[in-house]
């Protein structure tokens, strides 16, 4: 059974002050839902901030990057490890914000971070996702598989268990243009059959498939009823809380 997870990016949004009022209403309001697995990914400056009003509730902390080495002489950056120091469960690897724009990351950086991650025991999230023009020229399934390649093939099982995905097409993140309940099916279903062929039935069957771009309360219903839609990884809307407990409270069942 795959349980549904929603998690919320909040991107370089936020006060210290605004983000700790954002966690005690989610607190206040889905603290304890068991049904769905929830995680808030902050800003790096207030996880432990955020650590603090989560405390005894079953909401998760995530951070929206990290860097692939443990320490060392790497200015400005952020570890897996202190990370987890700092209270996370998560971390997302792979945004179309960070593979794109100026930062330019590469899947063979991705992959290193994947393994970092995992090293210091962080459940990881990676993104993948086509450009608009590339959906375009048709192709989205051979950028969703290289995506796939460069970050995960021939990944120990042990590390697969602890990695979910969030199918996020560019043209769809911070539009306000979702993917259509079809096209996220069909692209999530085609991620699915690469991880039965790449790891088998029992893996890809228990892998988290997550779509994220513009999901907002009044479309979270529609796809996440999609088969291969197993949650959300919400911009956004999960800057508002009204909002983020829609759509969590959207997610059917697990499947
Ligand atoms: P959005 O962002 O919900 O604002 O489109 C999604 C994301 O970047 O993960």
């Known amino acids: 059974m795959r349980k549904p997870l929603v998690a919320g990016n909040w991107k ?18 889905v603290g304890q839902v068991d049904r769905v697995q929830i995680v808030v990914c902050p800003p790096f400056p207030y996880l432990l901030r955020v650590r603090a009003v989560l405390a005894g509730s079953k909401i998760a902390l995530g951070a929206q990057n990290c860097h692939h080495e443990a320490k060392g002489a ?44 995992h090293a210091a025991g962080l459940h990881v999230i990676l993104c993948v996702g ?19 390649v460069g970050c995960l093939e021939g990944m120990p099982a042990d590390k697969m ?17 979702n993917a259509t309940p079809q096209q996220a099916q069909e ?11 790449q790891f088998g039935a029992g ?13 907002k309360p009044d479309n979270a219903g529609s796809l996440l009823t999609q088969p291969d839609v197993d949650g959300a990884l919400v911009g956004g809307a999960s800057l508002v809380a009204d909002d983020f407990v829609g759509i969590i409270n959207a997610a059917p069942a697990g499947k």
């Open 12 to 29: 370089m949004n936020l006060s210290g002050a605004q983000a700790e009022q954002l966690a005690q209403a989610l607190v206040a309001r």
């Open 187 to 197: 692209v999530q279903q085609f991620i699915r059959n690469w991880l039965d062929d």
């Open 130 to 148: 086509e450009t608009l023009f590339e959906r375009q020229n048709n192709e989205t399934p051979s950028v969703i598989e290289n995506q796939l």
């Open 74 to 117: 790497f200015t400005g950056e952020v570890s897996p490890t202190m990370l987890v120091d700092c209270g996370c469960q998560w971390v997302i690897v792979g945004h179309s914000e960070r593979r794109g724009g100026k930062v330019q990351e590469k899947d063979d950086l991705i992959r290193k971070k994947i393994n970092a991650a």
């Open 203 to 215: 893996l890809a069957a228990a892998t988290r498939v997550l779509y994220g771009g513009s999901v």
């Open 161 to 177: 268990a602890s990695v979910v995905l969030a199918y996020e097409p560019v043209w769809a993140i911070g539009t306000g243009h």
